[in-house]
């Protein structure tokens, strides 16, 4: 049994940064790509950024490439989320995630809801224009 526990989230004007921070209990990271999610009202929950079990492969979403960074430090079991240049199209929740199994493959960074199976509560990120 996995839990997962964001944190940092907030309001933010645009153009400013947040690093949002996914604590994990239960089972290490190791082995195990993580992915963070968002959902704004009235949207389905979009996939954002993934990382291999490694910390060596990532995946991003278009729409951040270029702003968001995922991280993580098995050694504290957290996976981060640090967002630069945000705009008032990045506000929603934004879910930590990580699939049931331990990853097969070096190269596995999952970007389907499907792929995974534990998830956070979420946190808000709200950004001013």
């Known amino acids: 049994q996995v839990q997962l526990v964001e944190s940092g989230g907030g309001l933010v004007q645009a153009g400013g940064s947040l690093r949002l921070s996914c604590a994990a209990s239960?089972?290490?990271?190791?082995?195990?790509?993580m992915g963070w999610f968002r959902q704004a009202p009235g949207k389905e929950r979009e996939f954002v950024a993934a990382?291999?079990?490694?910390?060596?492969?990532?995946n991003y979403a278009d729409s951040v490439k270029g702003r968001f960074t995922i991280s993580r430090d098995n050694a504290k079991n957290t996976v981060y989320l640090k967002m630069n240049a945000l705009q008032p199209e990045d506000t929603a929740v934004y879910y930590c995630?990580?699939?049931?199994?331990?990853?097969?493959?070096?190269?596995?960074?999952?970007?389907?809801?499907?792929?995974?199976?534990?998830w956070g509560q979420g946190t808000q990120v709200t950004v001013s224009s």
């Open positions: 995630a990580a699939p049931a199994g331990e990853s097969t493959s070096y190269y596995y960074v999952p970007r389907s809801k499907g792929e995974y199976d534990y």
């Open positions: 239960g089972r290490t990271f190791s082995r195990y790509a």
């Open positions: 990382i291999s079990w490694s910390g060596g492969i990532t």
